[in-house]
């Protein structure tokens, strides 16, 4: 079993930035992929971004530019630097692991971009 705790979420004017940490505890063996997802209200869980452990990264288009997904390997942990926020970028935001086990989610932080 994985475990993951995102933090960083809050409350944030338009144009602001925040920072997303989702750290790993448990059987953290062989993670091939870590990422991050949203779910604003009504709306279908979507990619924002992710890297895998050869490093390539993917982005949505609507994060494109704004956001830097990264990881520490020596901490387990992947980052969402959030930049030039919007307010359609309000969500929940949920941490993604994969590895040869299975797929595991955290159980999501709030972003919430308003003025």
């Known amino acids: 079993q994985v475990q993951l705790v995102e933090s960083g979420g809050g409350l944030v004017q338009p144009g602001g930035s925040l920072r997303l940490s989702c750290a790993t505890s448990g059987s953290i063996f062989s993670i091939y992929y870590m990422g991050w997802y949203r779910q604003a209200p009504g709306k279908q869980r979507e990619l924002v971004a992710a890297?895998?452990?050869?490093?390539?990264?993917n982005y949505a288009n609507s994060a494109k530019g704004r956001f830097t997904i990264s990881r520490d390997n020596a901490k387990i942990t992947v980052y969402l630097q959030m930049n030039s926020l919007k307010p359609d970028d309000t969500a929940v935001y949920y941490c993604?692991?994969?590895?040869?086990?299975?797929?595991?989610w955290g159980q999501g932080t709030q972003v919430t971009v308003s003025s």
């Open positions: 993604n692991v994969r590895n040869s086990y299975g797929g595991y």
């Open positions: 890297i895998t452990s050869g490093g390539g990264t």
